[in-house]
């Protein structure tokens, strides 16, 4: 039993908090909400995530998670203190690191005793080496400590699972002893365990996300070419994704990459090269490709009903970036909204859990009790978030309710044959779309050098 100090109960907070008092820590969570800790106190989870609110009861219970607010009551007599605070995008695409400045700095004030510091939050590479003299700057006598940069690596709606089943731990230190003593709290997770220096780990959190980010962004940019040429962009991602030098995750086209991670990461990572002078081309493609699957989205929406949106009512079937999540930061849903009601189109909405939080950034969308009163007398519906209950919709009653059987499937969760066969008018992402004319009919292939036989 370690005693750990997690300060900071956003998602990565709480859920590392909750997952090494799981592995029998005992740990304190700190935050200086005080409405989120009493809120916390009595039980009731500040986010949405699966299995997290059954984790925090059973450890409370069991006496080794416990909340504050009191740097004084949860610094002394911690022998790590993870920093898990928000890293927020200022407008100009750097990253805001107010809290973890103002977190070391309490950190610092408070130490008694020698503190291993584990910075979890995203932060610019480099930052470690900051932190560290923060701390120095701050304390009120020389007392050692050690900084250690541990990246998360947990996705909305599977954190627990992801803690608990990580494919890695990083761990950049320039203190080998600390990021070892780190290593072992890890240790009961059995994950491949790389200890490298601080910038590399802080670089390889980055240097994942926009891979990850890049991928995505390859496979729509694939979707459109698809869609000119008259191909399956499932099918194509499914034939590549058997080669294990290309894997099949992550590549589903549809509306792009939204939430608190990608976005935020990839361009923090073009501005840091930037910064230093270098020119990430392929980031900003990445980030350009995102932005048009929003557009792109709406315009799809305009042609299937016939160019003009004034007055039409358009129903959303999802809110949420992704689902199993109530968060909508950088959701696709937004810009999409946005754009359908500046060309004049009446935008309604339905979504299982992230209507309430939807309703603040989008308070032009009127929020509909379940799909089928959204599909009432509407001209088109859009799929933005593929929840599982849209898959089993009863879609005749859907088609029934519609005024047109307009559908864009921005996830592509519908059989576009199946689609067509219940007499919808059906889009899908780089699938289920007419052969365009100009490769209909044995035309030369486009891209070859053969005229028309
Ligand atoms: C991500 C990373 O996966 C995680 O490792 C990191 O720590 C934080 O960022 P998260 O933002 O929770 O996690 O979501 P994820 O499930 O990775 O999806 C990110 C976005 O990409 C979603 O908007 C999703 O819709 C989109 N996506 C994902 C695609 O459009 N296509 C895909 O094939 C996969």
Redesign the pocket.
Known sequence: MKRITVVGTGYVGLVTAAGFADLGNRVVALDIDEAKIAQLRRGDMPIYEPGLAEMVERNVKAGRLSFTTSYAEAIPGAEFVFIAVGTPQAVNGEADLRYVEAAARSVAEHMTAPLIIVNKS?VPVGTGDWVAEIVRRHQKEPIPFSVVSC?????????LY?FMNPHRVVLGSLDPEAAEKVAQLHLPLRAPILITDLRTAEMI?YA??AF??T??SF??EIANICEALGADVKEVARGMGYDPRIGP??????????????PK?VQALARMAEDMGRHPQLLHAVLDINADRRRMAVERVAELLGGDLTGKVVGLLGLA??PN?D?MR???SIDIARGLLERGARVRAYDPIAMDNARRILPEVEMMPDPYTLAQGADALMVI??WNEFKQLDLERIRDAMRQPVLFDG?NIYDPARMAELGFVYRGVGRGHPLPEAVRNGAPPPGSNMAHP
């Open positions: 995203t990246p998360e690596f947990l996705r909305e709606g599977s954190a992801d959190k994942s996300n990850l980010a991928k995505i496979i729509n995750l992550f590549l589903e086209a549809g509306l792009g990459f939204g939430g608190s991670c990608f990461d970036f992704k999540t968060d950088e959701a696709p978030t593929e996830r």
